[in-house]
């Protein structure tokens, strides 16, 4: 029996990783002019962390985990997001009275139900901002988040926000929402019945229409967080109204317990049924959850495999590439430094050489098929001349003979 990839964790090639890495250079961009830094926190921690961070109540938690016991008898468990780890490193460290802006990325994995944008290892490429109160750092990551969308062409998406308030606000809350639904519980989905006791607040991200109708008229959570978070909330959108489709969602409580204050999401209609690409917030509490001291903190972070969907290639300027051919004898050593020579002259080009004697013509197919736009053919008498035949590929291109240095002062003008 063949060996197969587990379901929900598929394999990335070359072709994949292509945008993946135009992505990723971009985001790096956007992240050096903010002045945040990358930080990486392993993959397997242990089970504990999560348990009292996303919360043992949440469904990530509950039912999407992969935990088990490793060989000294342990919990531990791979990593189901980001947040939770950074703030583990940085009680580790006693770093928790410091500021900070980190940036991460790498693989999460959930045993969700694979199906079209949910995976099991998928990736996330995230944002933390550590000891920074409610205030700036807010603007400053939606600031962000629009910078990010702006630099990778995606301009069709929604904005959520949300204010979770205080701890106070979340529980008096809870209560409300627990009294006005327990007489109506054979009307909620089954789904949703047990939340209410696990979880009541997320019975408002319920998708199902049952609930949905009896939600209607149940309290309102704005009614419950204080005069001054909701003006935030307002002011937060307000601000950025005129640069994006940015609204309030009341129903936007997030699936991960740590969160309090300000709750984003950005959902795309071009995404289908797991549309949201983005999301995070505010978790002032979390350090102390884990044990340190307090800490403020705020974040967010992007779902690669889904954002990779919206990512516009089509005005991206790719660097030129040049197939290396070489007819007749092969000189290594001297054909292997016109090459060298060539790629240290100018890193803007990539020069794709072929590693195997052949005919020109069939040289000359593999250019074509590996896409390259021109060709370096070197001959005996090429070789002895110290000159190269430069070929354009594209249609009507013609081909000259330069020296390489005619050719590196030609690469630099492309
Ligand atoms: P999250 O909303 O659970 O937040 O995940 C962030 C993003 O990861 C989602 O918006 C989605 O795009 C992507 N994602 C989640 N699950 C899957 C999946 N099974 N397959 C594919 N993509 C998925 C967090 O993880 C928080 N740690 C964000 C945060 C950072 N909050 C504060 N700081």
Redesign the pocket.
Known sequence: MKIQSLRGMPDLFPEDLERWHLFESKLVKVFNSFNTHQIRVPFLESTELFLRSVGAASD?VNKELYSFLDRNEESICLR????AGVIRAIIQKKQEQETHKFWYQGP?F?Y?RPQK????Q?H?I???YLGFEEGISEYELISMVIQINQSIGIKDYTLKVNHLGDDQAKENFSKALVSFLKPHIDDLHEKDQSRLNSNPMRILDSKEQSTQILLEGAPKFQDFISESSNKFLQDLTDAFKDQCNIQIDHSLV???DY?SGIVF??VSEDLGA?D??????R?DNLSQQLGGKQMH???????V???LELFDTQNIKQLPKVGFIVTGEQIPKKTSKIAQDLRVANNKIILQTFLSNGSLKSQLRKANKNNCNFVIIIGDTELKNEQVIWKDLSEDGDQELLTIQEITDKYINL
């Open positions: 990530i189901p997001e980001g947040t999460m959930r969700e944008g949910r995976l099991r998928f996330q995230g944002v933390e997030r699936g991960l969160y999401e950005a797991q949201a690409f983005l999301g995070g917030g978790y903190a705020i974040g967010f972070a992007i779902g495999e889904r954002i």
